[in-house]
């Protein structure tokens, strides 16, 4: 079966992470499929919704490490047809309403990919984290912009600093979710709220969202270009190397030299 499973019914798309052994993390063959799932939604007149969820006990555990340390070299500006770019820049200009639902880890793009939905609902069982400093890497998806802006400077520089995961109490005070519910219920509640959308008239979702959303888009691709080229540069330095080595054998990294 796909690692991302789409299902498209009564007007919603459902995209969902169906990777539960390696804990949800995303290839990039599974970035390609959400991609293009995303640029059907918004092509396509039928799709009204489209709602991003995961398993109960787990919701991405982010970029697949494995795919981080065989990443090619690149100089400068990422390549925009990487299935990675073609998804950020899916979700951060996507037209019509996105719903998401979280259970159990969102960790780094797990969360940043949070920051581009309209709506966010929260099993209670949610812990969020972008521990890109961790990895040796930076943040992505125009976090370093749109964090701030969501949780103030200092709430958003510890979670961006330490890489401690927040759970879902701490994520709905700041704004990143509008409510959270028994994790049982959670995809269950955010489709109710995706039907809902799903009911409203599509022209008046459309230009409300871009009225919302519209005159930030410029500032956020180019501030995911800006992430990019940093990020690209850093995965191939000692931190990241070190870093993923660790994960690979199980370990602790040790940064002392570095
Ligand atoms: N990339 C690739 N494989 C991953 C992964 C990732 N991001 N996260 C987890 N996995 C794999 C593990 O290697 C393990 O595979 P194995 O069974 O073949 O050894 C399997 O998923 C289970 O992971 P495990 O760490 O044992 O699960 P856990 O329940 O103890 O912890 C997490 C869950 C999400 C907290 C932990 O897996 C984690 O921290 N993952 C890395 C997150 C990360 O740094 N992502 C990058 C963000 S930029």
Redesign the pocket.
Known sequence: MSDILVHTEAGVMTLTFNRV???N?ITAAMYGTMADGLAQAAADPAVRVVLIQGDVT?FT??????DFRNAPKSEGQPDPDRPVWRFLRGIATFPKPLVAAVCG?A???GTTLLLHCDLVYAGDNAAFSV??VN?G?VPEAASSLLMPRMFGMHRASEALLTGDPFMAEAALEVGLVNRVVPPAECNAFARQQALKLAAKPLSALVETKRLLKGAQHAAVVARMQEEGAVFGRMLHEPAAREAFAA?AEKRKPDFSKI
Request: proline share 10%; aromatic share 10%.
């Open positions: 052994g390696k804990k993390s787990i555990a982010g970029n697949d490490i494995s880890p960790v780094g793009v521990p890109f990895l890497l994960f």
